[in-house]
């Protein structure tokens, strides 16, 4: 599994950051899937993920992930609670 940050990618790959409203920025972990799609979660939005086959068109469907995400009411988002580590 290879993990690397959309900010760092933007140079190897020409690919602007990722940017909400009025520039906000985002941290976008991207990951290649066992079948090869590229997979995204924004950090600072729970639950708010998307794929694609590259990373240009992931990085445009994190875009609308986000915008989509932002367009529900709070009420009707998951609520983070914390996170724990776990000894197996």
Same mark, same amino acid.
């Given at each position: ?17 990722? +940017?909400? #409203? ?7 972990? /991207? &990951? ?5 799609? *590229? ?21 445009? +469907?994190? #875009? ?7 367009? /529900? &009411? ?5 609520? *983070? ?8």
């Amino acid at each position: 599994m290879i993990l690397f940050f959309a900010r760092c990618m933007k140079t190897h790959l020409r690919t602007p950051p990722v +940017r909400g #409203r009025m520039g906000e920025r985002f941290t976008v972990v /991207v &990951e290649r899937g066992e079948d090869g799609y *590229f997979l995204s979660e924004v950090i600072e939005l729970p639950g708010c993920r998307s794929q694609a086959k590259t990373v240009d068109d992931l990085m445009l +469907r994190t #875009r609308e992930a986000i915008a989509l995400y932002r367009s /529900v &009411e709070p009420a009707h988002r998951s609520r *983070f609670v914390e996170v724990r580590h776990i000894e197996v």
